[in-house]
């Protein structure tokens, strides 16, 4: 695996001579960003694939939005992807479409209460009435196309 002067794995973008501290601080920054972003733009990529072909088999027209629901529970960060989704689409037929995102809340089913409950943080599976741990998970690992919203 090569590695920049920095000894930041990947492929080494340029060499400049005399390029001051802060260009390759910044160089470093924008090389980590897209790695923390990888998994987010393959999503990207995905949900345009998916809206491109739901498109053309409902007669082709243009989308002008894509709809999906996002769980805190997807290992998605939604403002990563939201940024690849904007990067995504510059080259593709969905480059004037919006990406619409409905963030689905944390519900857990708790025995002891026999009901659903919904939790605070995705650190504490418990019921907030009882306190009993729960790892019957009803919602909050979405990530899906909902729907689109096609031009005719």
Known sequence: MRRDSQGIPGKVVATVASASPL??????AQKLLIADTMHELSI???II???SAEAERHGGGAVSAIHIKLGPL???VKE???SAFQLAREQSPLSDSRLVVEQV???IYCAQCDAERHVASIQSLVCPTCSLPSGNVISGRELEVVALELQE
């Open 23 to 28: 260009y390759w601080k910044a160089n470093i």
């Open 44 to 46: 990207a990529l995905s």
């Open 49 to 51: 694939d998916i809206a």
């Open 74 to 76: 997807s290992g998605v």
């Open 80 to 82: 990563a992807l939201m």
């Open 105 to 107: 809340p944390i519900v």
